[in-house]
Structure formats: C-alpha cells, structure tokens
C-alpha cells in the first residue's frame, strides 16, 4: 500500500458510518474510522484495535506516520488507508460531500442557549407530514456536526442542525458542512467565554453560520445581535431575507407574551400575518425558544390550526440519560425521550460502559420517523442489538411486534403497548441487569421507568457526567499531554458515588486512581475498574487482598514499608505483586518520610530491589490559599531534592508528583509526571481563581412534605428556636442531619432554593426533616427544591457555616439515593 499524502477531495467511500471513537464501532466492515489527534488523544493508538474488530477502512494523518506505524499500516493487504495532513478536515470534508447532495430546507441553529431544544420542538412539531433529520442530542461540535450530517439521505424532506463554538474560527468549518437555507439565532447569555476576547466577538463568530442563508430567525431585543447582523453579516448576505421578532420594539414580526393563570397567549403580527396561540408555558426562555419555533413553522408553511394542536402536545425536552438503581437489584438507564437509530446506538454505546450486573438488557418501543422501509430499519437494530451483546430485547409496539421473527439471536418478548407490558411482564425476568429503557415518547416509557425504580425517600443526590468529563477535561487542557491523571475517588468519590464516578474516569482513560483505604480499591475491582489504583492507608490486614486485587500501596513510614517487604518475601513470587509508591512528608505533617529518615528509607530501597517503586510523591498544605505560597515552593523543593536521591538509588525513573486540584491552577510548573485531581473534578476550584470554568457536578435537591401558615409569635421546631415575628407559610423538607444537612444550616443560617427563590431555614434542623420559610416564595406540598447545585453554589454554602465544600459534599449520608445523567 502507498502511504502517501493526499488532499482531502480525492477520498472516496462506500462506508455507510463514520466512526471517530474506537469505543463506539458497532458495524466495523461498513464503518470508516477517522483516526483524530487532539491535546490529549491520539486515535492512531486505536488503529489496530479498530482493525482486529473488522475495520477496513481508515483516515491517517502524515504526521502520526511512525516507522512502526507505517510497517503495521503496509501488513493489512486486505485494508485502505487514505493518508491526509488532517484527519479533522477529512471527515469535514466528506460530510460537506455528503451535503451537497441534498436540496431540502436545512435548519442551521446557534446560540447560547436553547439550541437542543428549539432543535427537539422543532422536530416534533414538523414530524408528517415532514421526513426531519436533526443532530441527536446536542451533536453540535466539530466532529458532532458532521457526524451529524453524515445520517442525511433521500427519504428527509426537512434536516436540522445545531452548531456551537468553544473558539474562535470553528464556525467557518461547520458553516460549509451544515450549508444551512434557514438560520435560527436563539439568543447570546451573558457568559464571556474562555477563548473569546468579547461577546460582540462570539456574536460575529456564530454569525459565520449563516453567510449563504436564504432566510434568517432571531430576536431583535438582543441588540448586539441586531447590529452585527446588519453591520458584519447583512454585507456579505445581501440577499437574504431577515425574520426579526420582538416583544417590545418596531420588527418584522411583532411578538407579544400574555401569562394568565395557567395558560400563556403568544399573540404575533406583521410579516407572517396575525396569529394566536396558547400554550400553558410561562417561563421566558421557554416562551423565547417556542417562538422562533412559531415563526419557522409558518414561514415553512405549516397551518396554524396544525402549530397549535401540536403545541398542546409539546413535552419539556430531557434530554437526560439516566442511571437509577431499580427493583430486583437491576441498573435502569432512563432514556425515555425519544427513541432512533442514532439515539439507541449512543445509548447502547453508554449501557455496554455499565459492566457491573450480570445481564444487559433494552425495553424498546417501536422506532418512529426513520425514514427507512421497516424491515430494514429493524434489521439494523437487531443487528445492532445483537452487535452490542444485549441478553434480553422487550419489544414494544405494533411495528417491532410485526418483525419480531428478526430477532432470533437475542432472548426476547414483546408487546403491542406500555399497558400490556406492565399488566403481563414478569420484572424478575430482568433480575440483576442493566436495563435500557429506550421509547419514543408517545409509548410513554416514563410508566415503565417509575415501576422499576426503586422505592426511596425523596432526597436525591443528582450527579451530572457531562459536567464531570467538563471539569477532568478542564484539568487535562491545563497540564498538557506529557502529564498523567490520577483522580483522588476517596470517600464515595467525595460523596459522588465512587463505582459510576470511576466508570466514567475509565472511560475517559484517566491513567490512575486513588482512594483512601483497601476496600474502597476491591469495590472498584469489583465492578470492572482495570485502572491502576493506589491506596493511601493501606494497613498490614489488607496486604492480601491489595495483592489479589493489584491494588498499589502507599508506603509512608518506616513500619508499614517494613511489613510490606516481609509480606512480599513471604511469598514465592515476591517481585510479582503491586507496585508501590512512596510517601514523603515536606511538611504537611501528616503521612510521609520525613527528612531525617530518607537515608534509612534508600538503604532499604537499595538492599529490595525487588520493591517496584512506581511513584514517589508528596502534597501540599495550601495551595488553595496565595498566602502559603512560598511555603509551597520550600515544599516543592524538598520533594524534588528527596526524589532525585530515591530515583538515583532504585536507577530508574518513578513517576513524580505533587499537585492536587488547587496546586494545578496555582502552580502549573510544578505539574511534573502526573497530578492528583480531587475537588476540582466535582465541580469546586479550591483557589477560587478560575470557578467560573467548572461546572457543577453535584445537585442536592428533596421535596416540600407539608405546608402550613403560621400565626407571628409563635414558634417552630425544637426547642421553640423558631420565633415568627410575622406571620409565614412554613414548609418542611424531606432532608435532615441524618442526610448530611449540617444542624449549623438552622435558624436561618442555611438558604435553600424553591422554585427559584432563595428561602432560609427556620428552628433547628431535625433529624430528617427541615423547616424552611416559603413565604415569598410559589410553593406547593411535592415540589422540589435545591439544597445546593448551581442555583445554590456550596462554597457559599460551606462558608456560611464556616467550612469547606469539601465537608459538605463528602457529609451526604449514603441513605441519600444518588441519581446519575448525562444531558
Ligand atoms: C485528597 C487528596 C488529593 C486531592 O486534593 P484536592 O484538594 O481534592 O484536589 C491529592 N493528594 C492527596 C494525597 C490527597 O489525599
């Protein structure tokens, strides 16, 4: 084969999948793999993983050609390799390729906000008599928007495409790829983005979608919007027509909001002519994302009398996948809202990531609008289905009822309807499984979902994944690619539930992990966690279960290294177990070698070679506070000094490393080999200098039990430590200091959110229940409400009662069900 350069335009493929992620191959002989280089992944590592599951096809960049590289591309005869400078640009390319072909409306969405969900609402109501293709789920990224395209083909007569920037310059490449005849501008928030100087500057830049559209949706009362359009966009789109709203000045079409008390009127005038329409929305934003909704629906045509039957039926777009622990010990994975082919292929992909319970299993409804003939349609998703090694298939619905006899090679049972199903199903069928509950939303699968969860009390500790891999991914941009990762998922993952929290850091190949004590290492094993893990306390009982487990001690003092040689030498193979790291203390005070005894500590690593060293570490005492900086430094020092005499002992290199989540951001020269990211990854920047780049991971929310009115002079609570001055609606909340909300949260110290009003507590905090004032706040018995989570930031929660974030994430008790998505 001649592995020789190429410009882009001479790819030519049969490939009916694009594949950019080696994890997500499903049908490898049709499938073409784009090996991508990014900061910190390099996919021509994946070629021959990609090859040995049945790849024949591939994207190579020149500059990643190593001479073994080369060899091993030149053996696979029976393979093409197509070489070009940039693999991201190739698969661009084809995607545009792939564009040209089709002359349909093609919706072009951006914005800050509401992308995904003017895209969703957009597709429900044009479902019939349109054919819609749209991006699944917020695919809108450099590879999400050609991944995307890529699933156009002759039966759509309407795509939609969403497209978001991280940086500058991204536009101009997604804007030939989408080549959009329509542009909706949804809205600009506020947020100044990393990577851009200005927000006129991320206006101008999301504006570079729309350069070549016929038609064009915004809303005129974001002012920059408005003058960019006319002053950058407009000169280079002469010809395009402008389909600006408002709610309060002189536009195209003039929009008015009129909330009453259950519905909303939404009243438009101008060039689309008069129009009502009423929904029972209230909310501004959704009120903002529904319209530009109304306005591209007449523009394309549709009746109003069609636009509002189906804006009756408009559903709230979740979009979240989520883990929930259900009956019968099983994992439900809820992905209740809409159900395709692309969808249900993500969705697998997360399912076979869940690896812990004994079966895997999907509860599917009849795939809507695909706009593929049925037979083949089900074809792919047994395929897929049997690809994917699922144990047992529920079919439900009359259309995957009528090909059930495709199914042959999976154990399976189906139904004409939700009802059926929960009247005849036998749920311990799905006994100790993964299941997947996957409908389009008229099945109403959220019936299904409700009778496997379990039974629990109504405090939930939501986790958000995406906000997880957000803020790991933070971290890794900030060390660059030469520096490893090792996530500290001590203490239940600081209370985020270490066995899902460590599945995910897996997934992400994080290079190591840490947790506090053995036991908490043999729970990940446990669970099929194959990552290196270190153990920071481990004690002389645990040594053979560290050993069987490949769990990697800390050696901190002179005792516990003596016993660790003696236990090695103990057994037969003693240079086989663990490898170990090594503890020094540069003045944390707490575990480690002191100084004065680092020439004990290489006289023995001198005369046991056998003890493999893998690292030699130490941490710092304040990296979180400027104050303790030159202490940091004395501390950096010291370490440094006492490694380099370790590693000159043992003759050969040990990972080095000193920095925890603080210490990245303060400290970036000091990354060394590898770092140890803790609170940082659950959403907290202990230096507080960059919080604004985190997200948060953690969401703690319970539900109001009762309501009452309480006359002023009377008291609440305990101890009559409630005093009313003025009379108050009380609420009580399902949560108390049983649940980790600390006693010091009473008399108004805590501040607890309801319906988006801040309300403070009243009295004491009781065991498991909180008395909070809902006076100024709209609340009713069963509503949620949100202990912390964005509206709520813990640090100021910690401040108030003056501690640490830290205190308050790890302190939610485990009797607290934690509940984990991914939007
Ligand atoms: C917990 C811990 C960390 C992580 O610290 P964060 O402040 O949470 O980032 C790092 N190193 C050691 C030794 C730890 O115990």
Redesign the pocket.
């Known amino acids: 084969m001649s592995l020789i350069e190429i410009p882009v335009s001479e790819i030519r493929t049969e490939a009916h999948y694009l594949l950019t992620d080696s994890r997500q191959l499903t049908f490898a002989d049709k499938s073409l793999f784009f090996a991508l280089r990014g900061e910190h992944h390099d996919g021509h590592r994946f070629l021959t993983d990609v090859y040995a599951q049945g790849g024949r096809e591939f994207v190579v960049e020149k500059a990643a050609l190593t001479p073994s590289l080369t060899a091993q591309l030149n053996a696979w005869t029976d393979a093409t390799v197509w070489v070009v400078a940039n693999s991201l640009r190739a698969l661009q390319f084809v995607a545009a390729q792939h564009r040209q072909k089709f002359s349909i409306p093609v919706v072009g969405i951006t914005g800050s906000n509401g992308k995904t969900i003017v895209k969703e609402w957009l597709a429900q109501f044009l479902a019939n008599p349109d054919r819609v293709v749209a991006s699944p789920k917020s695919y809108n990224s450099q590879i999400g928007v050609p991944l995307s395209v890529w699933n156009m083909n002759e039966t759509h007569t309407v795509a939609l495409f969403e497209a978001g920037l991280s940086r500058p310059h991204e536009m101009e490449h997604l804007q030939p790829i989408i080549a959009p005849t329509v542009g909706i501008f949804t809205n600009i928030g506020p947020a100044h983005d990393e990577g851009f100087r200005s927000r006129k500057q991320k206006i101008t830049e999301k504006l570079r979608l729309f350069t070549k559209v016929k038609k064009l949706i915004y809303r005129k009362d974001f002012q920059e919007i408005d003058q960019e359009i006319s002053l950058i966009l407009r000169p280079v789109n002469p010809a395009m027509q402008l389909l600006a709203w408002s709610t309060q000045s002189h536009a195209d079409i003039q929009v008015q909001w009129l909330s009453e008390d259950t519905r909303t009127l939404i009243q438009l005038s101008g060039s689309l002519g008069n129009h009502q329409f009423e929904t029972s929305y209230r909310n501004e934003a959704t009120l903002e994302n529904l319209t530009h909704c109304l306005v591209f629906l007449l523009d394309h045509g549709l009746s109003p009398q069609i636009i509002q039957e189906r804006l009756a039926k408009i559903l709230p777009v979740s979009m979240r996948l989520q883990i929930k622990e259900g009956i019968h010990n099983c994992q439900v994975i809820d992905d209740t809202y809409n159900n395709d082919l692309q969808g249900l292929t993500i969705a697998l992909n997360f399912l076979s990531q869940q690896e812990n319970r004994g079966m895997r299993a999907v509860i599917l409804s009849d795939v809507l609008q695909s706009g593929q003939p049925a037979e083949e349609l089900y074809a792919s998703i047994a395929a897929l289905i049997h690809e994917k090694k699922m144990d047992i298939l529920v079919g439900i619905g009359p259309e995957i009822t009528r090909h059930r006899s495709l199914f042959t090679e999976v154990k399976s049972y189906f139904f004409s309807d939700t009802g059926h199903f929960l009247n005849q199903f036998s749920l311990p069928l799905l006994s100790n499984s993964v299941v997947l509950v996957k409908g389009a939303r008229s099945f109403s699968f959220e019936k299904i979902v409700h009778r496997l969860q379990q039974k629990a009390h109504g405090t939930v500790l939501e986790i958000n994944l995406d906000a997880l891999t957000h803020n790991l991914n933070y971290y890794r941009n900030k060390v660059g690619a030469n520096t490893r990762l090792?996530v500290?998922v001590?203490a239940f993952a600081?209370g985020s539930g270490s066995v899902e929290v460590a599945r995910l850091l897996q997934f992400n190949r994080v290079d190591y992990l840490?947790v506090?004590y053995a036991d908490e290492g043999v729970a990940l094993r446990q669970s099929g966690i194959e990552v290196p893990i270190m153990v920071?306390n481990p004690s002389p009982s645990a040594f053979d279960v560290l050993w069987e487990y490949t769990l990697e001690p800390e050696l901190f003092s002179k005792k516990i290294l003596t016993e660790w040689i003696q236990y090695i030498h103990a057994r037969s193979n003693a240079g086989h177990g663990p490898g170990v790291h090594l503890?020094i203390d540069t003045g944390m005070h707490r575990l480690g070698f002191p100084e004065a005894e680092l020439p004990w500590l290489l006289q023995q690593l001198h005369e046991h070679p056998e003890l493999r060293v893998n690292s030699v570490?130490s941490?710092l005492v304040g990296?979180?506070e400027g104050e303790h900086t030159p202490f940091s430094r004395l501390q950096y020092e010291r370490f440094i000094h006492s490694a380099h005499q370790i590693e000159q002992v043992l003759g050969y290199q040990t990972l080095k490393h000193i920095l925890?989540?603080?210490?990245i951001v303060r400290f970036p020269e000091y990354r060394l080999d590898m770092v140890?990211?803790?609170?940082?990854?659950y959403g907290v920047e202990?230096t507080r200098m960059e919080q604004r780049f985190l997200q948060t991971v953690g969401t703690l929310k319970t539900t109001i039990s009762q309501i009452k009115h309480v006359k002023a002079g009377d008291t609440v609570g305990y101890g009559r430590r409630g005093q009313l001055f003025q009379e108050a609606s009380i609420a009580t909340l399902a949560l108390g200091y049983a649940d980790g909300y600390d006693r010091r949260f009473g008399n108004g110290v805590g501040l607890v959110s309801v319906n988006g009003v801040l309300c403070p507590t009243v009295g004491n905090i009781c065991m498991d229940m909180t008395m909070i004032d809902v006076t100024h706040a709209p609340a009713e018995e069963g509503d949620e409400v949100i202990v912390f989570g964005r509206e709520v930031p813990i640090t100021e929660l910690a401040a108030r009662i003056k501690t640490i974030p830290?205190e308050l994430l790890t302190g939610v008790s485990e009797r607290v069900r934690r509940v984990f998505y991914k939007e």
Do not use: P, Q, T, V
């Open positions: 090792m500290m001590k600081y840490a506090a920071m503890k570490f941490h990296a979180d925890n989540s603080a210490g140890r990211i803790g609170i940082g990854l202990a830290y």
